[in-house]
């Protein structure tokens, strides 16, 4: 199923389970029907397992979004307490449509306790209380986090490393034992039976362009590893990995070995940059545990770095490779020479838990981590040009299959270690998968066979049952139009809107709407006393910045950042001082 057929099922309203691939686009789509649903005038709830991937998606975890937390079964007393719990009430009542992004590390018992809290907060029988719920997942990646297979925990569970040329595992993979404790899959909860969700198996590929490797990947998924595929695996042996390439590993201890001790022998006192946050300290701490990026990030010059989030304007990704190769004059802030040989300047960037499109918490931080070396379970959702992994000490279904297709091609992979659990599928996914591939096919016939008049009525009908306003159109700013993006900032501006406000209207950071600012305040299209008086700093605050400014002039004749910040305590932020700069300097209509 392509992506665009796909989104066709989902805008009528039905359950659907999105799956596919790695890089079959599930993210893109999911992104693309909230993108919709905004431009109808509706906020979906945007959820996740881990905190992890609810960070990637700017929600909250499914656990605390419907207010189960770390419970692992609901008593009907539970379900009164939380039934009683205003916020609770406030956003499951008022939600539309509910999102479940990487599904597949959700247990039944959650899934079917998140159905409960849905079902008697809204008055409901129907599955979710009536919601339209989005699983969207891969249940050949990692399995839910709170299992434990075949009776054994994933911290025991240590096979002995083969050799990569010598390997000698089975031709067929696939696990044939049956675990005797009950499913841990959410496909196995009531909760999935009832909602009865349309299967969307995405089959077009974004990320692996290398027809060998994708069949290799093919061949994981139904279990048919064969000798074809082990030799092709030990044309990757290498017993270390190559400078620049980025290393995977099962476990935390790996990783932080390897990063601290590669910084440690860059010369040099090491830059820091502490994460910021706002909003209750649980979420905020939700959002700390979850952020890709480190809470206290040390880099020096020769850094190896990755970026941990997408930008808006498409200069990165999750995922892309780098080395610091300074750090700007302007801000202070690392820049990054990307393995394809870009410069970029890495300014921080919010991480958010929202609801109902109000913004809940907020993290700030850099973008990047350290990329000597990450652990397999970070680096779902990643793309990599290369990685260097051992796989020799794996233990979970999944693991190895996760870790192989970060990577775009057989080219950019190397292994120094395999085990016979690395490229394993667990037996329960292997045999659900067929049933959702057939589902699939069904779902995309039915959907092909339907008149466009018949289509666009059930897309109207969803959308006017759930108080939205269909046909509005497609959002405002699309990266197809042409838009003038420093008058739109400008207008915004005019209407006597904060900074902040315009960043979240427009989908960027406050360092980008700054930026837009100072070219068109240096253009005198805009005056600062003139057209935007309500976003002059303090006056006290104000007239300590000027006083900083004025010593650095004496002395470089210019009105740089980072030296104004050093005569300044750290409650100044960069932001600040940009726009505190915007309202001293003669030229541009200041004092």
């Not at 952020?291 to 304007?313: H, I, Q, Y």
């Not at 039915?446 to 008049?453: C, N, P, R, V, W």
């Not at 209207?505 to 837009?516: N, Y």
Request: positive net charge.
């Amino acid at each position: 199923m392509t992506q665009s057929e796909a989104l066709t099922i989902l805008k009528t309203g039905a359950n659907v389970f999105l799956t596919g691939e790695p890089g079959s686009g599930k993210t893109h789509t999911v992104n693309e029907y909230v993108a919709y649903l905004n431009s109808c005038g509706v906020e979906p709830a945007l959820t996740a397992s881990t905190g992890i991937a609810s960070t990637h998606i700017g929600g909250m975890t499914i656990h605390s979004w419907c207010g189960i937390g770390v419970r692992a079964r609901l008593t009907p007393y539970d379900l009164d307490t939380i039934a009683g719990n205003r916020k609770v009430v406030s956003r499951v009542g008022s939600a539309r449509v509910l999102i479940i992004d990487e599904v597949s590390m959700l247990s039944a018992q959650t899934l079917a306790m998140a159905d409960a809290v849905c079902r008697e907060v809204r008055r409901s029988s129907e599955p979710f209380g009536g919601l339209q719920v989005v699983f969207v997942g891969d249940f050949f990646q990692l399995p839910p986090v709170s299992s434990a297979f075949e009776g054994r925990s994933r911290e025991s569970e240590k096979e002995a490393p083969e050799d990569l040329p010598s390997l000698d595992f089975n031709s067929n993979t696939r696990v044939t034992t049956t675990p005797t404790t009950p499913s841990p899959f959410a496909f196995s909860s009531s909760a999935w039976r009832k909602a009865d969700p349309l299967v969307c198996y995405l089959s077009e590929q974004h990320r692996q362009e290398d027809k060998t490797f994708l069949e290799f990947l093919s061949a994981v998924r139904r279990g048919e590893v064969g000798e074809r595929h082990k030799v092709l695996l030990r044309t990757r042996y290498k017993k270390t990995a190559e400078p620049g390439v980025t290393q995977l590993y099962s476990h935390n201890a790996n990783v932080d070995h390897i990063n601290t001790g590669e910084l440690a022998k860059l010369s040099g006192q090491p830059k820091v940059f502490v994460m910021t946050g706002s909003g209750p300290d649980p979420l905020v701490l939700a959002l700390k545990r979850g952020c890709l990026s480190p809470e206290v990030l040390s880099l020096k010059l020769g850094a190896r770095v990755m970026f941990t989030k997408n930008d808006s304007a498409g200069r990165f990704m999750n995922g892309t490779t780098g080395t610091v190769s300074g750090f700007s004059k302007e801000t202070g802030t690392p820049v990054v020479k990307t393995d394809a040989g870009r410069s970029i300047v890495a300014e921080p960037l919010p991480w958010t838990i929202q609801d109902g499109g109000k913004i809940l918490a907020q993290v700030e931080q850099i973008p990047l981590r350290l990329a000597w070396a990450i652990t397999v379970h970070k680096s779902q959702g990643m793309s990599l040009d290369s990685a260097h992994m051992d796989l020799g000490s794996a233990f979970e279904y999944g693991q190895g299959y996760v870790a192989i297709s970060r990577v775009r091609t057989l080219q950019g992979l190397s292994l120094s270690g395999l085990n016979a659990r690395a490229l394993e599928v667990h037996p329960e996914v292997f045999a659900e998968d067929k049933r959702f591939r057939a589902s699939s096919d069904s779902a995309r016939k039915k959907f092909q066979e339907l008149e466009a008049e018949a289509l666009t009525a059930l897309h109207t009908d969803f959308i006017r049952a759930i108080g939205g306003k269909p046909g509005v159109g497609k959002p405002m700013y699309t990266k197809k139009e042409k838009v003038d993006t420093l008058a739109v900032t400008k207008a915004r501006v005019l209407k006597k809107l904060s900074l902040e406000d315009i960043a979240k209207e427009r989908g960027m950071t406050l360092g980008t709407i700054l930026t837009h600012v100072e070219k068109l305040v240096e253009a005198r299209t805009l005056l600062p006393e003139r057209d935007f008086s309500h976003l002059a700093p303090d006056p006290d605050r104000l007239a300590e910045a000027k006083k900083a400014f004025t010593q650095v002039f004496a002395k470089t004749k210019e009105m740089k950042l980072s030296p104004v910040k050093e005569l300044l305590d750290d409650s100044f932020s960069f932001e600040e001082l940009r726009l505190a700069r915007l309202f001293l300097e003669p030229r541009n209509g200041g004092n």
